[in-house]
C-alpha cells in the first residue's frame, strides 16, 4: 500500500490511518507482520500504532490470537456522525418554515461532547447582529439553544457541566451566576423553552426549544434570534409556540413519541 506523503500531515497519524484503512478488508484479524507488510510500515511502529488504538477501542484483537482487527469504538463514532446528519437533514425543511414565517434567524444545534454545536443556521433578516454561526461550539449554559437542551439533561450530569469554567468567556454579557442556574433550568422544564434576554450579546433576544430522539433522549434544539425590539417578553408566549411547534415538528421526525407544550 502506497502513502502519500503530504506536508501538512502529521506523520504517525497518517501511519495510524493507512493502518485502519487497511484493517476495513478484514473481519476476523490479520497478524501484525502481515499489516506491516501490507502498509509498508515498519513492524515496531506498526506495533505501536496497534497498541495506541486499542487504548480507545479503535482496534481490537482479532478471533485468532495474534490478530487485528478494527474495533467497535469507530461504530460509536460513526453513529454520532450520522445522527448529526440525520438530524441536520431532518430539521432543515422546519427551520426554513420558521424563518419564513417569523423573518428571523432559526439555529440547529446538536448535543455533542457536552456542549453545543450549531450545525445549521437559515438567516433571516437581522444577521448583522447575531454571534452564533455553524460551527461554533458553545457551553450549554449561554445562550437559548444550549440552554434548551441543558434543561433536559438529569439533575448530575447538569451539575457536572455547570461546574466546569466558560473558559471562552462567551457570556461577557450576562450576570448570571452558575449557582443560579437551577432556577432556570427549572423554569425551562416547566415552560417546556428556554429564553434569553441579551445575556450573550446586547441587543439580542433568543428563544429555544429541545428536540428528542425517538428513545426520548434530548439531542438537539432548535432556536430563534432576533433584535430584543422585536423580541419583547411581551411577544415571548406567542413566539414561543412556533418555536416549540417546530421543535416538536422535529422531534416526531426522529420517532418521538412525547407531546411537549
Known amino acids: 500500500m502506497n502513502q502519500k506523503k503530504n506536508p501538512n500531515t502529521v506523520a ?6 493507512t ?3 487497511f484493517l476495513e478488508r478484514t473481519k476476523e484479524g490479520v497478524g501484525l507482520t502481515e499489516i506491516a507488510r501490507q502498509t509498508n510500515i515498519n513492524k515496531t511502529t506498526c506495533y505501536r500504532i496497534l497498541q495506541t488504538l ?3 477501542n479503535i482496534v481490537e484483537y482479532g478471533s485468532v490470537e495474534g490478530t487485528y482487527r478494527l474495533g467497535f469504538r469507530l461504530l460509536e463514532l460513526g453513529n454520532i456522525v450520522k445522527r448529526r446528519i440525520d438530524v441536520r437533514e431532518i430539521a432543515l425543511p422546519y427551520l426554513k418554515e420558521l424563518t419564513n414565517n417569523t423573518d428571523d434567524t432559526t439555529y440547529l444545534c446538536i448535543l455533542n461532547n457536552d456542549a453545543s454545536l450549531c450545525v445549521e443556521r437559515i438567516e433571516g433578516i437581522y444577521v448583522q447582529v447575531l454571534l452564533l454561526n455553524i460551527g461554533d461550539v458553545w457551553p450549554l449554559y449561554v445562550g437559548a439553544a444550549p440552554r434548551a437542551m441543558l434543561a433536559f439533561l438529569d439533575d448530575k450530569k447538569i451539575d457536572e457541566i455547570l461546574a466546569t469554567p466558560d473558559e ?5 454579557h450576562s450576570e448570571i451566576k452558575h449557582n443560579d442556574y437551577w432556577s432556570l433550568i427549572k ?8 429564553v434569553s434576554y441579551e445575556d450573550v450579546i446586547k441587543g439580542v433576544s433568543s428563544i429555544g426549544a429541545p428536540i428528542f430522539d425517538h428513545k426520548g433522549r434530548i439531542t438537539a434544539s432548535v432556536s430563534i434570534s432576533t433584535t430584543s425590539q422585536k423580541l419583547p417578553p411581551s411577544k415571548e408566549t406567542k413566539i414561543a409556540e412556533q418555536v416549540l411547534h417546530t421543535a416538536n415538528q422535529i422531534s416526531k421526525s426522529l420517532g418521538w413519541q412525547g407531546d411537549k407544550k
Open 54 to 56: 486499542m487504548l480507545d
Open 12 to 17: 504517525v497519524i497518517e501511519k495510524a490511518l
Open 187 to 194: 423554569d425551562i422544564r416547566k415552560k417546556g423553552y428556554s
Open 19 to 21: 493502518v485502519i484503512t
Open 168 to 172: 471562552k468567556n462567551i457570556t461577557v
